[in-house]
C-alpha cells in the first residue's frame, strides 16, 4: 500500500510536468504496481501457502526495473527499498539473499548493457545501500520475532499462573464458605477485601436480634448487660491497629432473642513488614455462652445451700473447742475439722462470687475510698508470713511505697491475698515473692513478683477464665478451685482497673494491678 501511494504520487507529478524519459515504459511499470496493489487487497492470503506471498515483491522490483529503464537519471532505483524490506524482513534468510542478489543483479546487469549510463565509483551505491537495508530488515525481523516468542511465552506463562491462581481463589473461597465461623480480611486502608458466607449469616442473625432493640445500645460486653461503646466494637478495634484474642459481645436486648459473638482480630505484616491490615474472626457462641450462665446460676444455687450449714458447723465446733470438758485430744480433732469447714467456706465463697453474671453485684457491695494500698498490701503481708514459713519463703515488702487509690480497702485485700497466696504456693521452697507498690499520681500499680515455676504462654491466655487450672499447677497435684485470679480480675476492673501478667516458665510471674489513684468524678475536676 505504502508503495503504491507513492508511486501514484510520483505519477500525478508526472502528468502536471514534463518527463525527460520514455512515458509508456513508465506507464507499464505504474500499471504493473497498481495491479499488484488491488492484488493485496482482493486475494485471501490467509488461504493460500506463505511463499505465494514473496509474489508480489518479486514482481513489485521487476515493475520497478521498468520505471527505472523509463529515465535512468531518475530516483525510481529507490523504490527498491520498499520490496527489499519486504523480502528481507518476512521470508527471513531466502528472502534476504534473494533480493540482495536479484535486485544488485538486476541493477548492475541494467546499467552494463545500458549505452546511456556512464560506470562510476557511485553507480553501485545503490546496491550497498539494497545490501544493507536487507541485512538490517532481516536482523529486525529476526530481533522481532524473538521478542514476539518471548512475549508468547510469557503470556503463556501468565495465564497459566492466573488460571492457577483463579483455581487456588476458588479453592480459598470454597474452604472459607464451608466453615462455621465468619471471617473478614480487612485491608490497610480499613476497606473490607474478603468476607465468607458464615460472616454474612452471623449478621443477619444480629440483625434480626437487634430488630426490636435500641440500635445505640445494642451490643453489650461479655456480661451481657453492660453497653458497649462504638469505639470498642471488635471491627472498631481492628481498624485502629489492635490485636485481640476472643472478646464476647452480646447482640440484642437483653429480655429478647440474642446472639453472642467471640472474635478474634489478628494483625497482617507485608514482605517489607509492614501492617497490611488484619483478619478477624467471630463465631457464635451464644449456646456455649448460655450454657455458662446455666451452669453458674446451678453452682451459685447449690453453693448458697451450702453455706448455710457449712455456717452452723462452724459455730457448733466453736462451742465444741471453746468446751473446757471436752479432752484435749478431741480439741485437736475439732480444730482439724474447723480448718478444714473454714477453707470448704471459702471455696463455697468464692464458687459464689464467680458465679455472679455480672462485675456489677461486685460494685454493690464494695465501699469505696482513698486508702493507702500500702497499709493493705503490709497487712496482707503479715497475715501470709506464716503461710510463707511453712515452705521457707520470704515475702519482701521492701518495694512498698505510699501510694493512694479509689477503692474498697476489703476487696483490695482480697485481690492482694490471692496474688501473695498464688505466689507462696507456686513457688520453689525457700524461693522469694516481692511485692511493691507506687503511683504517678492519677494510676496506681500494685506489683507481685514470685521465684517460682512460671507459667506457659497457652495458660497464659486463659489464666483468668473461670475454674480454669494451668497444666503446671494440675501436674504438681496442687489444690485449687481456679478462680482466684478470675474474681480478682473481676474486683479490679470493678473498680476501674486492669490486672496484667508477665511470666516465663521456670523463672517466675510477675502480676501488675493497676487502679485509679482518685475518684473518677474528683479527677475529671482536676482536668
Known amino acids: ?63 520497478i526495473l521498468i520505471m527505472w529503464q523509463s529515465s535512468p537519471e531518475s530516483s525510481f532505483g529507490l523504490l527498491w527499498i520498499f520490496p527489499t524490506t519486504w523480502l528481507a524482513g518476512g521470508f527471513g534468510l531466502i528472502g534476504m539473499y534473494g533480493v540482495m542478489i536479484g535486485v544488485s543483479g538486476v541493477f548492475c546487469v541494467s546499467v552494463l548493457l545500458d549505452p546511456r549510463q556512464t560506470v562510476t565509483y557511485t553507480t553501485f551505491l545503490l546496491p550497498l545501500v539494497i ?65 465468607n458466607e458464615a460472616h454474612g449469616r452471623l449478621q443477619q442473625a444480629i440483625l434480626e436480634a437487634e430488630t426490636d432493640a435500641d440500635s445505640s445500645a445494642t451490643a453489650y460486653r461479655d456480661d451481657g448487660v453492660t453497653a458497649l461503646p462504638r469505639d470498642e466494637l471488635p471491627v472498631e478495634r481492628a481498624l485502629r491497629g489492635e490485636a485481640f484474642d476472643g472478646q464476647v459481645v452480646w447482640f440484642g436486648d437483653p429480655a429478647g432473642d440474642r446472639r453472642a459473638l467471640s ?102 457491695s464494695m465501699s469505696l475510698a482513698d486508702i493507702d494500698v500500702a497499709d493493705v498490701a503490709r497487712a496482707a503481708i503479715e497475715s501470709l508470713v506464716p503461710r510463707a514459713a511453712e515452705r521457707a519463703v520470704t515475702i519482701d515488702g521492701s518495694g512498698l511505697e505510699p501510694a493512694h487509690a ?60 473461670r475454674y480454669y487450672r494451668g497444666n503446671a499447677v494440675r501436674g504438681s497435684g496442687m489444690h485449687g478451685t481456679g478462680l482466684g485470679l478470675a474474681i480478682s480480675r473481676d474486683i479490679v476492673r470493678a473498680h476501674g482497673g486492669e490486672i496484667a501478667l508477665r511470666s516465663s516458665p521456670g523463672v517466675g510471674s510477675t502480676f501488675i494491678v493497676k487502679l485509679p489513684a482518685h475518684q473518677p468524678a474528683q479527677e475529671g475536676a482536676d482536668l
Not at 521478542?147 to 476458588?170: D, G, K, P
Not at 483490695?412 to 498464688?422: K, M
Not at 507462696?424 to 514470685?450: E, M
Request: aromatic share 4%; hydrophobic share 45%.
Open 263 to 364: 472474635v478474634t482480630a489478628r494483625r497482617v505484616r507485608d514482605t517489607s513488614g509492614r501492617d497490611a491490615g488484619a483478619v478477624v474472626i467471630s463465631r457464635d457462641v451464644t449456646s456455649e455462652a448460655t450454657a455458662l450462665r446455666v451452669r453458674d446460676d446451678l453452682v451459685a444455687s447449690v453453693s448458697h445451700e451450702l453455706r448455710t450449714p457449712l455456717t452452723s458447723i462452724l459455730g457448733y465446733l466453736d462451742l465444741a473447742i471453746d468446751d473446757p470438758a471436752v479432752p484435749e485430744s478431741s480439741r485437736k480433732n475439732l480444730e482439724i475439722a474447723e480448718r478444714n469447714a473454714e477453707r470448704l467456706l471459702g471455696i463455697v465463697a468464692d464458687i459464689l462470687a464467680a458465679s455472679s453474671s455480672s462485675p456489677s453485684s461486685i460494685e454493690l
Open 406 to 465: 479509689y477503692a474498697d480497702p476489703q476487696r483490695l485485700r482480697q485481690v492482694i491475698d490471692n496474688l501473695i497466696a498464688n505466689g507462696i504456693k507456686y513457688n520453689r521452697d525457700g524461693g522469694t515473692v516481692a511485692v511493691g507498690t507506687t503511683t504517678d499520681g492519677r494510676s496506681t500499680w500494685i506489683l507481685v513478683r514470685d521465684t517460682g515455676v512460671g507459667i506457659s504462654e497457652v495458660d497464659r491466655a486463659r489464666l483468668f477464665q
Open 1 to 63: 500500500m505504502l508503495l503504491g501511494a507513492v508511486v501514484l504520487a510520483r505519477s500525478i507529478l508526472v502528468v502536471i510536468g514534463s518527463f525527460p524519459g520514455d512515458v509508456s515504459l513508465l506507464f507499464v511499470g505504474v500499471v504493473i504496481v497498481f495491479i499488484l496493489t488491488g492484488a493485496t487487497l482482493i486475494i485471501p492470503w490467509n488461504r493460500i501457502p506463505l511463499g505465494w506471498m514473496a509474489l508480489v515483491p518479486t514482481l513489485d522490483i521487476v515493475a
Open 131 to 195: 545490501v544493507a537495508l536487507a541485512a538490517t530488515s532481516y536482523l529486525t525481523a529476526r530481533r522481532t520475532s524473538a521478542q514476539r516468542t518471548l512475549l508468547a511465552r510469557q503470556a503463556q506463562l501468565l495465564r497459566q499462573v492466573l488460571e492457577r491462581t483463579r483455581r487456588q481463589e476458588q479453592e480459598v473461597t470454597e474452604v472459607l464458605d464451608a466453615v462455621d465461623f465468619g471471617v473478614i480480611r480487612i485491608g490497610h486502608d480499613g476497606t473490607i477485601a474478603v468476607t
